[in-house]
């Protein structure tokens, strides 16, 4: 049973299950007037009826009659006497002790209860008593499904609230020969029907079973007097099913009526129809129509059927008024989805009115909407932030107040886990401010967290131990010079300050999420958190300009190298193809920084570039061999020598030989530079895709294979290189 008006969470949070959000019936019909539907063509078929009583209420109500029909094998069922206790200690020694009586025959155990705290008292029970945990099986919630999916092996006991005694088929065929199946149940079901269903969990099917009542009452001890009692509330309770059908069929009607008003609103042209913010005007029209009825379902009780449809029609009215008006929509949330769809189609001006609609309708909780028309300034704004100063202090503005807004949902969320020990609903809890802690931390690296004394202090004590070598305690200065430059002002900030204009990016809720958390496990608070209008984080970047000095700078060297590393491969006639080859690669590699770095990521450094390159340099050097590019230096004085006699000489065409197939040696190790580097920028792309990080070598290696050679052939046939 699922309950109303936000019972069934706090219940949910009682007995420590997952909180489900509360939400409205806009769209239903009930199964009083679907079945009505079908006229006199109507059969159906049940193992547990209920009452006379009971049996009268459907023949009133559908016009049907009803048949008994006998099952096919005699049912082996027996009903043991049942048991009353007065105190409630002694109440669970007795279903204890009547559990294990069975068990240890060799016959499975299926205890039906009340309430979860009682499953709980008995499985720890069982425990204390000495019997094996592992044969203790639990079924408290929907999400314990699967424990009735194995079948039950002799000895083995289900402790189960009464989602275990409709419709379950547990598998008993080992514990036949034993007796079957043992039903306990510890309360007195409301009615016979569900009293049926308990204990027809065992006997199905002509197979062999028991059932007993255990129960704690503290006046009755007649288990026959209980039953009269218990018989009495059910005509109680079908007297008032009686006037439940008149109340949904009253609302089936309403119901009709108001699908003829979404008519009226949606008789628009075919591509009106199909746009998506009408849509979403129409859902607002839905949920006004959910919270009136909530409200009139109350008058129901006291009004006719026609004093109803006529609070109806003042509604309808209402509602064609405010869509004369273009004022439909009175729920915020609503403005927050139309914003969020102009979002997605780059139309951020109109996004930032809907936001500002919803705002200012409910400031207090709108932290997305807030949230959202930052991210919108800045897509709109970011690219001119001198010129629209003012749009972007709004953006800053409008994070601040996401983050209040975050922070007072934090606190209710840890409240709720206070409340309850519970591991299901702490789980639920922990993913959710998982999610409020991304966007935190996306809101603090755009606009800064104000306050960085406390980090900088800690920084300083662990900067002064006396174990912390010198290359950390650089590592530290450089960290507290960027937490000063750019997390108490955030990356926004510094933009302003340096004058510098704003590149933002979206990124997906998944993709926010710390790389160790699997977001298969935050499915359901991930699409709790789209419904409520959050669309995801984004990460923001400030536009530095292209320093062309040092692009220019960098480009030349690589060319520099390119040439030299050429030149040696010719000269040396072979001797230094290895450190050729590694000037090739390095002027080549240049190159690719020289635009990655300084034109498309604009963060080019020189003091990385001399780092990375004094290594690289150095390996070249060690893994060459001083030998080496000794030996080469000779070859290449010698070959200069010979170049110049054989030049003003006759044997001109063996020069020309030797020298082809040095720039020949040249192009494929350019050609073979090139590919590397563009196998393995178009990898780092990939793993910015969101690629699998297994595959990023092998992927390497084909892109290696395919562009290679054709690079390699392309220089080799280039019309220079020919005519060397």
């Known amino acids: 049973m699922h309950w109303n008006n936000g019972l069934h969470q706090f219940l949910q949070i009682k007995h420590g299950a997952k909180i489900s959000a509360e939400s409205l019936t806009t769209n239903f019909i009930s199964n009083v007037t ?73 016959r499975g155990v299926l205890v039906i209860t009340k309430y979860i705290k009682e499953v709980d008292e008995i499985k720890n029970r069982l425990i204390t008593f000495g019997y094996d945990r592992s044969k203790i099986k639990i079924y408290r919630t929907e999400t314990d499904s699967k424990i009735i999916e194995e079948e039950l092996k002799p000895g083995e006991i289900i402790i189960a609230t009464n989602i275990a005694g409709r419709g379950t088929d547990i598998r008993a065929e080992k514990i036949e020969i034993n007796g079957g199946l043992h039903v306990c149940v510890t309360f007195l079901p409301p009615n016979e029907r569900v009293e049926q269903q308990n204990v027809g969990r065992t006997s199905r099917t002509g197979n062999k079973g028991t059932g007993q009542f255990i129960l704690f009452e503290k006046r009755e001890n007649n288990f026959n007097e209980l039953k009269e009692i218990g018989n009495m509330q059910e005509e109680n309770g079908i007297a008032k099913a009686k006037k439940e059908i008149e109340r949904v069929t009253i609302k089936d009607c309403i119901f009709a009526e108001f699908c003829k008003l979404l008519d009226e609103i949606d008789n628009g042209t075919d591509d009106e129809k199909n746009n998506a913010h009408i849509k979403i005007k129409i859902r607002a029209v839905e949920d ?135 591991e299901a609903l702490s789980e639920q809890v922990r993913h959710k401010l998982a999610l409020f802690g991304t966007q935190k931390n996306t809101i603090d690296m755009a606009i800064g967290t104000g306050s960085i004394n406390k980090e900088i202090e800690e920084l300083e004590n662990y900067k002064k131990r006396k174990d912390i070598p010198a290359e950390t305690k650089e590592t530290i200065d450089k960290q507290i010079k960027m937490i000063k430059e750019i997390k108490e002002i955030g990356i926004i900030g510094k933009a ?16 926010s999420l710390p790389e160790d958390e699997d977001f298969k496990l935050y499915k359901d608070e991930i699409q709790e958190y789209k419904n409520n209008g959050f669309r995801g984080n984004f990460k923001i970047k400030e536009i530095k300009p292209i320093d062309w000095s040092s692009v220019v700078g960098v480009a030349l060297l690589g060319i520099a190298q390119i ?30 920084i020289a635009v990655k770095d300084g034109i498309i990521n604009r963060d080019f450094s020189w003091a990385s570039y001399g780092i990375q390159k004094a290594i690289s340099l150095t390996v070249s050097i060690v893994c060459a061999g001083l030998g080496a590019i000794k030996d080469a230096a000779k070859t290449a004085v010698a070959g200069v020598k010979q170049a110049a006699t054989i030049v003003t000489g006759t044997a001109k065409t063996v020069v020309t030989t030797t020298v082809k197939a040095g720039w020949k040696l040249a192009a494929k190790a350019m050609g073979t530079s090139l590919a590397k580097g563009v196998a393995k920028e178009l990898v780092t792309q990939l793993v910015d895709y969101g690629v699998n990080k297994a595959l990023m070598p092998c992927i390497e290696e084909e892109v290696m294979k395919r562009i290679e050679v054709p690079i390699q052939n392309a220089l080799i046939a280039n019309p220079i290189v020919e005519k060397m």
């Open 563 to 592: 040439v030299a590393g050429g030149a040696l491969a010719v000269f040396t006639l072979g001797a230094g193809s290895s450190f050729a080859m590694d000037l090739i690669s390095e002027g080549v590699g240049d190159l690719i």
């Open 288 to 422: 006004r129509f959910g919270i009136w009825l909530k409200i009139e379902e109350i008058n129901m009780i006291e009004k006719t059927k026609q004093e109803i449809l006529d609070e109806f029609e003042k509604f309808k009215q209402q509602i064609l008024d405010d869509k004369k008006q273009n004022k439909l929509i009175k729920n915020p949330y609503f403005y927050v989805l139309t914003g969020n769809k102009l979002l997605n189609e780059k139309k951020h001006k109109q996004a930032i009115d809907e936001y500002t609609k919803a705002i200012e309708m409910d400031k207090n909780f709108q932290a997305n909407a807030y949230y959202n028309r930052g991210y919108a300034k800045l897509a709109e704004y970011g690219c001119n932030t001198k010129k629209y100063k003012q749009e972007i202090d709004g953006a800053i503005n409008d994070f601040k107040q996401a983050k209040e807004i975050i922070e007072e949902f934090e606190l209710m969320l840890n409240i709720i886990q206070k409340a309850s020990d519970s």
């Open 496 to 511: 302003k300050k340096l004058e510098r204009n704003l590149e933002i990016e979206f990124l997906d809720i998944e993709k």
């Open 34 to 106: 679907y079945f009505k539907r079908y006229g006199l063509n109507i059969y159906g078929l049940t193992g547990t009826l209920g009452s006379i009583k009971a049996q009268e209420l459907l023949n009133n109500t559908y016009n049907v009659d009803c048949v008994t029909i006998p099952p096919f094998r005699q049912k082996q069922y027996i009903e043991l006497t049942a048991i009353i206790t007065n105190n409630e200690d002694d109440w669970y020694t007795q279903i204890v002790e009547s559990s294990i009586n069975k068990l240890i025959n060799g």
